[in-house]
């Protein structure tokens, strides 16, 4: 289960109504590869297709993420896995994670749980002391760039798209 200090964050921030109605926020255990996997080739695949990057990091995510520092956050809700969303280290001078592959099932979208892993995400940001977080999506997607600007994100001017159909750069300063 997610650590004391994310659990008192979400509450602080009017989550406490979807904890009491099953929707909680696990880590990653190999055992949810597949769902990770199954629920990223869904959303990508129903626009556009996997990219050789999207492979690398959907088929290696001990390797690709978890080794280098990152954290995979699933999402259950009643006690079914509902979603995914990965906080990736960077090795970069000015981003120190990136927010990615967040995925959640279409006949439960609109629930806020997008919303309840994105925070998840951005408050373990802030416990690993991260200062800015980066990521990378497609305007296509209107509820999640709508997400994505209520949670602070801003549009910054290209900065490096690992993907061909990646035609929005965002940034998010935590405080």
């Given amino acids: 289960m997610i650590k004391y200090g994310l659990i008192r964050a979400i509450i602080r921030q009017n989550l406490k109504k979807l904890l009491v109605s099953g929707l909680y926020v696990t880590d990653y255990t190999f055992s949810s590869k597949s769902l990770a996997f199954q629920m990223n080739e869904n959303w990508i695949t ?74 998840a995400v951005i408050n373990q940001a802030k416990e690993l002391g991260a200062t800015k977080i980066f990521l990378e999506s497609n305007t296509l997607l209107k509820p999640a760039i709508n997400l994505y600007r209520k949670l602070g994100f801003k549009e910054v001017a290209e900065y490096h798209p690992l993907y061909a159909r990646g035609d929005i750069q965002m940034e998010l300063t935590i405080k």
């Fill in 46 to 119: 129903s626009h556009w297709q996997l990219e050789a990057h999207d492979l690398e990091i959907l088929d290696y995510p001990q390797e690709n993420i978890l080794d280098k520092g990152g954290y995979i956050f699933v999402a259950t809700y009643k006690g079914e896995p509902v979603g995914v969303c990965s906080l990736c280290k960077m090795n970069d001078s000015i981003y120190d994670y990136e927010l990615a592959k967040l995925a959640v099932t279409p006949n439960i979208q609109g629930k806020g749980i997008g919303r309840f892993l994105c925070e």
